[in-house]
């Protein structure tokens, strides 16, 4: 039985308001969020993190969706470019 105490969407509004710093309107973002939902009964949260300390802030969003509780795996599409994928029980 799934636990819906936290789901992707309400992941989603942690990690926004947790890297706020990250995603000011009006200026190049450094962390983007989608919610990828094909799947109903596994919704996967994207953090896109771009820039050049792309992987130091990955590894800090990754930290940070563990103590969530969350499953993450990591993409690298190059240096400046990386995806951290999370999902939750």
Do not use: C
């Not at 799934?2 to 309400?10: A, P, R």
């Not at 989608?34 to 109903?40: A, G, H, L």
């Not at 130091?56 to 103590?67: I, P, W």
């Not at 509780?69 to 240096?79: F, I, K, L, V």
């Amino acid at each position: 039985m799934k636990d819906d105490s936290t789901d992707v969407g309400d992941l989603a509004n942690k990690v926004a308001e947790e890297f706020e710093a990250h995603r000011q309107p009006n200026e190049f973002k450094q962390i983007s969020l989608v919610v990828e939902n094909r799947d109903s009964a596994r919704q996967t949260l994207i953090v896109h993190v771009d820039g050049e300390d792309a992987t130091s802030l990955a590894d800090r969003v990754e930290e940070f969706l563990h103590q969530q509780g969350a499953r993450t795996q990591r993409e690298h599409h190059s240096e400046s470019d990386v995806r951290v994928l999370a999902t939750v029980a």
